[in-house]
């Protein structure tokens, strides 16, 4: 997998400028709300960097696990998976906490997380980091 990497270090970029090009170019009701879960999603975990994968902002550890879901225009969502490639997982599950209910399985290894808008993002950001936390163990 390609990372983008800073000019000067050759380290690798934890925010993609590609994904700040793309944020900035969309045109959706709920952009600023994207900007944050963004925020939330990298500040998550030091391990965690972003792409666009799937005509979307995605993030990765050392493989794809979250994908924000554009088409949705009232609230923010995220389909959850463990990667391009199929896992064990796919097979035996994913098993995380989730106290908030904010998952919706769609596959043993994929589901689609709700956060809503505005101010109710804010009141789940925690349910959601750990959320976060509890899933990058599977990717």
Same mark, same amino acid.
């Given at each position: 997998m390609k990372k983008?990497?800073? @000019? #000067?270090? !050759? #380290?690798?970029?934890r #925010?993609? @400028?590609? *994904? *700040?090009?793309?944020? /900035?170019?969309?045109?959706? @009701?709920l952009r600023a709300d994207i900007e944050k879960v963004r925020r939330?999603?990298?500040?998550a975990d030091p391990s965690i960097a972003e792409g666009i994968k799937w005509n979307a @902002?995605?993030? /990765?550890?050392?493989?794809?696990?979250?994908?924000?879901?554009? %088409?949705? /225009?009232? %609230?923010?969502q995220l389909v959850f998976h463990t990667g391009v490639k199929?896992?064990?997982?796919?097979?035996? !599950? *994913?098993? *995380?906490?989730d106290p908030a209910g904010l998952l919706k399985w769609?596959?043993?290894? /994929?589901?689609?997380?709700?956060?809503g808008a505005g101010a109710v993002i804010d009141e789940k950001r925690a349910a959601f980091e750990e959320l976060v936390r509890a899933w990058i163990r599977f990717v």
């Open positions: 983008t990497q800073a @000019p #000067e270090t !050759g #380290e690798a970029l #925010e993609d @400028p590609a *994904v *700040v090009a793309f944020l /900035r170019d969309l045109e959706h @009701p939330i999603l990298l500040d @902002p995605s993030f /990765r550890t050392t493989d794809y696990f979250a994908t924000i879901h554009l %088409r949705s /225009r009232d %609230r923010i199929k896992k064990a997982t796919a097979d035996t !599950g *994913v098993e *995380v906490a769609l596959a043993k290894d /994929r589901c689609m997380v709700t956060l």
